[in-house]
């Protein structure tokens, strides 16, 4: 099981996961705007919503963002009320899904994240990452929560 206190050793500097949460000095938070899908300013770390739409079904939208990920940059542990969908356009990352393991991913692989289910992500080798992600998320809910 991953858990904040699985977060040591090895996985140490481990505290990354989806662009759309924000790290402070004092942790992680998911802030109204980046609820709402509006990007918040974190050095290193670049958001572009892409589009958002009602939908697939009632009580649900979908939310597609571009992520550029700067190396070192760091995000907290944290969850989604629906479906993370992503591909990785360029550079490397090590995602850790509880109950799934370390998935490495690099450019060219696509990922998917269960609804409510913890992650994280380390920024890996020399370069920015790029991901784009799609969300379908109950409507109305932070669009991400700490883990």
Known sequence: ???????????????????????TATGFIASEANAQGAPAATTGLNRKLLSR?????????????????????????HTHPGIESGY?????????????GVKKLKAGDG??????TPHAGAKNGPGK???V???IVEKGKPLATPA
């Open 111 to 116: 990922f998917q994240i269960p609804p409510n």
């Open 133 to 135: 992600s799609t969300y």
């Open 88 to 100: 990785v356009v360029s550079g490397e990352v090590d995602l850790p899904i509880e109950g799934q």
């Open 129 to 131: 990452v790029k991901l």
């Open 53 to 77: 739409i009602d939908g697939p079904t009632a009580g649900y939208e979908t939310i597609v963002m571009e992520v550029e990920i700067e190396p070192g940059v760091m995000i907290g542990r």
């Open 1 to 23: 099981m991953l858990t904040r206190r699985g977060l040591t050793g090895g996985f140490a500097s481990l505290v990354a996961g989806c662009a759309i949460c924000e790290i």
